[in-house]
């Protein structure tokens, strides 16, 4: 599926987006709040700026995916893979990561407030502060 016809398909009322092929495309500044991408593969995809607030990402593949101010607020990515993403002012605020995959990942000042992190596979050389945000040392 390629940009365009996601972008159509969503302002027409589809939310339902699950298993779909999304690897190496651009989404960056686009709006899809609760959208259905569970078990998507959106591996090396660009996400810069783009809202996905409420979305289900669960399962999904992102691996080498590129977002940046991404707004993940209130998603699911339970389970979903985020090895060597990278992460810069992202926000997972009361995301749900359990056992996610953020291995080999570039985290640079995400905000993981509230976040469930339960199993998570975290990166390497990571600091955390009371307030919940993730920065890589």
């Known amino acids: 599926m390629d940009t365009n016809e996601l ?7 589809e939310r339902d987006f699950s298993g779909v092929n999304l690897s190496g495309v651009d ?12 078990g998507a593969d959106l591996s090396r995809a660009v996400l810069t700026e783009a809202n996905l607030k409420l979305a289900n990402l669960s399962f999904a593949n992102l691996y080498g995916a590129h977002l940046e101010r991404v707004n993940f607020t209130g998603a699911r990515l339970f389970q979903a893979n985020l090895r060597r993403s990278f992460l810069k002012e992202t926000l997972f605020i009361e995301a749900d990561l359990r056992s996610a995959d953020l291995r080999d990942a570039k985290l640079l000042r995400a905000d993981l ?19 919940a945000k993730l920065a890589q040392s």
């Open 7 to 13: 972008i159509k398909r969503y302002a027409a009322g």
């Open 113 to 131: 407030t509230n976040a469930d992190l339960w199993a998570t596979k975290m990166p390497d050389k990571f600091t955390y502060s009371p307030s």
């Open 27 to 38: 989404l960056s500044c686009i709006g899809l709040s609760q959208i259905n991408l569970k």
